[in-house]
């Protein structure tokens, strides 16, 4: 029973990470904003034909071009942003539902265009590697696995991003863990410790400057700290 409970954590986490990492990948071959502005440097003749439409008298077309016309100006303003109107207020959103904890991160304003230079876990544990084959690096984000070298089963991953606009959510095992608040630094942190096939687990969640961390592993309570500590 105790290989099975610790066979199913792994997995769950390990799928998470898989599928973040996947949408991750496809996001990456999206145009950047650079990329749409140099293809279509010049707009103005869509609004233009947007705001004609409008005069029209189809209630469900209008509505649809509203929308459009909304989407066109919010591109237009995300690509025309400077860096002296990026300030932005985050919030991070706990929810907690009858099996998972559920985050919510929020922004109000306009988000970070990218991590900073050199933005990673500065801290590896010692016995332990970074698996390669698992996990990604850009500039918004990135996920950090590492295993231990001599038993494969004991793990952690370290993943942070931007906190983008559209409301980033993550979910949590909420049936088995036990949630409390706790510092990083200065910022608030919330600790889950679960104990599934006899080992402790944990999950450590915060937001701060606009990058939400989290990381996730059997790993002691120290060395936890520790690598959360190091992440700039």
């Known amino acids: 029973m105790a290989l099975s409970e610790r066979t199913e954590v792994s997995f769950d986490v390990a799928l998470m990470m898989a599928l973040r990492a996947d949408a991750q ?19 103005s003749r ?50 907690f539902l009858p099996i998972e904890m559920q985050l919510t991160y929020q922004v109000d304003g306009e988000p970070l265009e990218q991590l900073s230079n050199g933005y990673s876990d500065h801290y590896v544990p010692d016995g332990f590697e970074r698996d390669y084959e698992q996990g990604y690096d ?3 984000s990135f996920l950090h696995a590492y295993v231990d070298v001599n038993d494969k089963n004991i793990f952690y991953y370290v993943d942070c991003s931007v906190i983008q606009d559209y409301g980033q959510v993550e979910t949590f095992d909420n049936e088995h863990t036990v949630y409390e608040r706790i510092k990083i630094g200065t910022a ?11 080992r402790t687990g944990y999950v450590l969640v915060w937001e701060k400057d606009g990058i939400s961390h989290t990381i996730i592993g059997k790993i002691s309570h120290d060395e936890l700290l520790r690598i959360a500590e190091s992440i700039s």
Request: net charge positive; hydrophobic share 45%; no cysteine.
């Open 25 to 43: 990948k496809e996001l990456d071959e999206l145009p950047t904003p650079a990329q749409l502005k140099e293809r279509y440097p010049d707009t």
């Open 46 to 95: 869509w609004d233009a034909r947007l705001k004609a439409a409008l005069h029209k008298r189809h209630p469900v077309l209008k509505r649809v071009l509203v929308a459009a016309l909304t989407l066109v100006i919010l591109t237009l303003g995300a690509l025309a942003v400077s860096a002296d109107f990026r300030k932005a207020v985050y919030t991070m959103i706990q929810k």
């Open 138 to 140: 850009n500039e918004i």
């Open 188 to 198: 608030d942190a919330t600790l889950g410790t679960s104990n599934n096939g006899g």
